[in-house]
């Protein structure tokens, strides 16, 4: 609709074809954060469409200066050529585009329409802002570390910053946020257990109208731990060699070391092979050291090599092949609570119910303390023993549909003990790998 007015003050109300307000904007502009030095665009769009965005001039309003004219017409001002361009079509759009946008493009951009204006807030963000672990290297399981990170931004709205623990979903409410006119910074101290990559998020977000979030993630985190995981087994390759090799995990890399238990020959080797017929037996160690101390672990598997070509291989001329039978020995975890039987097996204490409640299908919830000296070294999956619902392992609670999960608690109460309770959670972990913290909490799914 076109409102036209003669000299003599007779004004004619002409009504536009296309049945709309002729002028009236359909398309507005939207507030956003940009990184400075990326290019962003800002649209704009009309119901004039046959008028190829001519009638549009873009308004700019610095933080502290004049607002400034920079499109007229759908036309770039000449005097700010280098900073913007235009994008204008037969829609009846005229797209404002920021050419490489630096910190001083923050402000208020508005497009205006005959009549007609709407405006956008733009926040820029420092390209330099960035999260970080201190120290991010010489790290051991349980040590506190300080996690931050740094916004600088300008603009007329001040960031958010908001911690989350990447593994539970859980918001962290601890962290120390200090909020300046160009910069926010934010930290949080937590320990860390391996394997540790990205365990916390950090995220950067506006209030409205600006709807910007961006979650920072951490470089990886190398966090050293003792050996763990110790497994001896023999290694079969018929019509050529058997070997002995031994695995284990830990950080650093474990050493290995094999011993012939008959004729007490040692190898220093992870593997090795095996020729001679018969009955043997060997020991498998694994040992590493962080910050001066050593722990060494130590497994035995017996084989016996007989000279036979096995049933399932087809028959050769060659004789002499080799079968091994194997089998691993493993130690059971010392027993601290003795019978009766509670609900939460021979090792682990109840958390009283009074003091914790798992989510909904999750029972019991269980724990260990530092005062449970002989089990600091177990790992958690090794505590599950003989559940009174006949579960002699955490192997048989798994394979009959259940399922668990651990955490280390930090705090001197009961309050973490429902944070352990997710499928396949931290389930190596051990208490000794975190001296501050006072107790190791199970939580259980029952099939």
Do not use: K
């Not at 109840?350 to 299908?361: K, L, M, W």
Request: glycine residues 6%.
């Amino acid at each position: 609709m076109r409102l036209f007015c003669v000299l003599v003050g007779v004004c004619l109300l002409v009504v536009s074809q296309h049945g709309g307000v002729d002028g009236a904007l359909i398309v507005l502009p939207q507030s956003t954060a940009v990184i400075e030095s990326h290019t962003f665009q800002l649209n704009c769009a009309a119901d004039n469409n046959t008028e190829d965005g001519a009638g549009f001039n873009w308004n700019y309003n610095g933080l502290s200066a004049t607002p400034v004219r920079i499109v007229y017409s759908c036309q770039v001002n000449p005097d700010y050529a280098s900073m913007y361009q235009v994008e204008q079509n037969d829609a009846g759009e005229c797209n404002l585009i920021v050419l490489n946008g630096p910190m001083s493009a923050a402000g208020t951009y508005s497009c205006q329409n005959g009549f007609d204006q709407a405006s956008a807030t733009i926040v820029m963000l420092g390209s330099n802002s960035n999260c970080n672990a201190i120290p991010a290297t010489d790290l051991v399981t349980g040590d506190f570390i300080r996690i931050s990170c740094v916004v600088n931004y300008n603009g007329s709205m001040t960031p958010r910053m908001a911690w989350s623990d990447n593994s539970t979903g859980y918001p962290i409410n601890n962290g120390t946020t200090n909020t300046y006119p160009t910069q926010v910074n934010s930290y949080i101290d937590v320990p860390v257990f391996p394997p540790t990559t990205r365990p916390y998020m950090s995220t950067t977000y506006f209030d409205y109208p600006i709807a910007y979030r961006f979650t920072w993630t951490l470089p990886p985190l190398n966090v050293q731990y003792f050996v763990t995981n110790l497994v001896a087994t023999a290694r079969i390759r018929y019509f050529t060699d058997t070997s002995i090799v031994c695995t284990a995990n830990g950080y650093p890399l474990p050493t290995f070391r094999i011993n012939n238990l008959d004729t007490n020959e040692w190898f220093d080797a992870a593997s090795i092979p095996v020729s001679a017929n018969g009955v043997g037996r060997y020991r498998c160690t694994a040992s590493n050291t962080i910050r001066g101390e050593t722990v060494t672990l130590d497994d035995t598997i017996s084989t016996d090599i007989i000279e036979a070509v096995p049933a399932y291989c087809p028959t050769t001329t060659t004789e002499a092949t080799t079968t091994t039978t194997e089998a691993t020995t493993t130690t059971s975890p010392p027993t601290t609570t003795p019978e009766p039987i509670g609900e939460c097996g021979r090792l682990m204490s109840s958390v009283p119910p009074d003091q914790a409640t798992p989510p909904s299908g999750w029972t019991p919830l269980c724990y260990i303390s530092r005062s449970d000296t002989a089990l600091l070294s177990t790992q958690c999956r090794n505590l599950i023993s003989d559940l009174p619902a006949g579960y002699a392992n955490y192997t048989d609670l798994m394979a009959s549909g259940g399922n668990f999960g651990c955490t280390l608690a930090t705090r001197a109460d009961y309050v973490q003990a429902p944070q352990a309770c997710y499928d396949d959670f931290q389930q190596t972990s051990m208490l000794a790998a975190c001296p501050t913290c006072p107790r190791l909490f199970v939580c259980i799914r029952l099939p």
